[in-house]
C-alpha cells in the first residue's frame, strides 16, 4: 500500500465517521428528525458573518498573517533583502513561482511553512533556520515546501478540517441526542438504534483513534514532501541528513517518518 493509499484511506474512515453520525442525528426510524436538522445547521450563520468580515477586511497582508498566527505567540516580520536573496535563488534556479516571503520570531526551530491566506500564497521561515542552516539546506527546506505544493497538500489540509469539524459538531449532536433528547424527556434508548453502541464508537473515535489518526496523516503528508524535495534535488541524501539534524519532533515520531521516507525513497531511486 502507498503512502497516498494510506492518505486517502484514513480520509474515507474519517468521512466514513462524519456520515455515520450525520444518519444517526438526523434520521429517526428511517425518517429526518427535524429537531435535529435545525440543529445542524447551527454553525452556519457563524460562518458566514465570518467569511464577510473576512472580505470586507482591507488591512494589509502582514496584519491579516499575524492575526492568522495570534494563537502562536509569534511575530511575522517581512523578510530582509538577504533572506529573499537566499531563497529567490533556489525558485530561480528550480524554475517555481516565489511566493510572499515572511520571517516569524522568536522561535528556537528550524522550521518552515507554506500556504495560503486570502487566496495569497505565502512562504514563511523562522529566524532560528537562516542562523543555523547553511543556504544548502535552506535549499532543502524549500524544496520540501515546494513538494508541499506539488502534493498539492494545502487542499488535502482544507478537506481534512472540513472532515474533522464535522466530525467534532456531529459527534456533540450524537451526545446530545443521546444522553439528553432520549434519557431526559423520554426516560429510556429509542429502539430504533443500539445507543450504547453508538455512544461507545463515539468516545472509542474521539479518544483512541482521533489523535492516531492525526498523526498517521502528518506523518505521510510529510513523508511525501520529503520524497518530492528529493526528486527535486536529485538525491534524498540531504533531505534525510537534514530530518537527523534539524527536525524537533518526538523521538518515535522522527524515527517512523525516517523509516517511512527510506521506504519510499527505495521505490523512487
Not at 428511517?30 to 464577510?52: C, H, K, M, N, Q
Amino acid at each position: 500500500m502507498t503512502a497516498r493509499t494510506i492518505q486517502f484511506f484514513i480520509l474515507a474512515i474519517v468521512a466514513l465517521y462524519a456520515v455515520f453520525c450525520f444518519y444517526f442525528v438526523l434520521f429517526d426510524s428511517g425518517t429526518l428528525d427535524g429537531r435535529f436538522f435545525l440543529y445542524s445547521l447551527v454553525p452556519i450563520p457563524f460562518f458566514w458573518y465570518a467569511e464577510i468580515k473576512e472580505r470586507q477586511d482591507t488591512s494589509p497582508f502582514l496584519v491579516k498573517l499575524n492575526r492568522l498566527f495570534a494563537g502562536k505567540n509569534v511575530h511575522i516580520r517581512e523578510a530582509t533583502d538577504t533572506e529573499k536573496k537566499i531563497v529567490k535563488s533556489f525558485f530561480d534556479e528550480k524554475g517555481y513561482e516565489m511566493p510572499l516571503l515572511f520571517t516569524c520570531r522568536p522561535t528556537e526551530e528550524v522550521n518552515a511553512l507554506i500556504g495560503h491566506c486570502h487566496q495569497t500564497k505565502f512562504l514563511l521561515f523562522t529566524e532560528e533556520a537562516y542562523w543555523k542552516c547553511s543556504p544548502q539546506e535552506i535549499w532543502v527546506i524549500l524544496a520540501h515546501e515546494v513538494g508541499h505544493l506539488i502534493n498539492r497538500d494545502i487542499l488535502l489540509m482544507a478537506v481534512e478540517n472540513i472532515l474533522w469539524f464535522l466530525c467534532w459538531w456531529f459527534s456533540v449532536l450524537v451526545m446530545i441526542k443521546i444522553f439528553f433528547y432520549s434519557l431526559m424527556y423520554h426516560n429510556t434508548w429509542h429502539p430504533s438504534f443500539d445507543y450504547p453502541a453508538v455512544a461507545y464508537t463515539v468516545i472509542l473515535f474521539w479518544f483512541f483513534f482521533k489523535d492516531q489518526l492525526k498523526s498517521v496523516l502528518y506523518v505521510v503528508k510529510e513523508v511525501l514532501a520529503d520524497n518530492t524535495a528529493a526528486q527535486i534535488l536529485g538525491s534524498p541524501q540531504p533531505v534525510i541528513g537534514i530530518l537527523e539534524k534539524y527536525v524537533k519532533e518526538d523521538a518515535f515520531s522522527q524515527l517512523r517518518r525516517i523509516s517511512a521516507l527510506r521506504r519510499v525513497l527505495k521505490k523512487t531511486f
